[in-house]
């Protein structure tokens, strides 16, 4: 059992926007010693089910490095896992709570999110960090076809693991708790104000009512300390 922080206590987070030079917006993420690079750019294009519409579209992939983890991890190449898949998808959903796709025009943002190092955690890291690079993206956006950010970006989403791990109710599991966790749940949450998407699975046992809306309760406290870092960072650009 952890001993270096408390049930209800976040790993250790930081932010680092604007870490690539080249994306329209990039944010290097760490919880704990789980690090996600996360970039953002548009095209002028959209898919088909879109064309003459007027809207937009987001789309997110997700990758773990082939050293991400203890061991080496395959690349995927001509086919995706459908643990890939399943990630990428609740990263696109999530970021889609954040952008007006009304009002971006026929264009496609594109959102890659990287494990550099995974210590449990990575879609939930990824999500927060791709916030930011998202935001930075927009604001290119406005400074390069005059999309006002105030209008693109409708706010902030902030995602956290939370599970039961020998009968003990755990906020952001890492990788060692993650992996032996009877209950196992991603939540993700827009501006503090609601749910966006929430992922509860009994691993080993079932759970409760009464469980599930602890666990909720526990994820929103971490969620609330997440979005003031997310907040933070993204009023730091101006």
Known sequence: MRT?????ELRKIKAYPGWLSNPSG??????GNTRVLCTAVWRDDVPVFLK?????????????????????????RAAQSGRTYEIQRLIGRS??????LSVIGERTIYVDVDVLQADGGTRTAGINGSVIALYMCLKRLEEETGVPVEFSFKGIVS??????VDGEMLLDLEYSEDSSAEVDM?????????????QGTGENSIFTRQQLDEM????????NEIYA???DTIEGMG
């Open 4 to 8: 270096e922080r408390t049930k209800d």
């Open 26 to 31: 990039s944010c290097l993420f760490e919880m």
């Open 52 to 76: 003459d519409t007027g809207k937009g579209w987001l789309t997110s992939e997700y990758r773990m490095l082939p050293a991400s983890a203890v061991g080496r991890i395959s690349r995927e």
């Open 95 to 100: 970021l889609r709570a954040c952008v007006d």
């Open 159 to 164: 995602a956290v693991s939370v599970g039961i």
């Open 186 to 198: 991603n939540v993700v949450a827009f501006e503090k104000t609601g749910f966006v998407e929430v």
């Open 216 to 223: 909720l309760s526990l994820a929103e406290k971490g969620i």
């Open 229 to 231: 870092l997310q907040k």
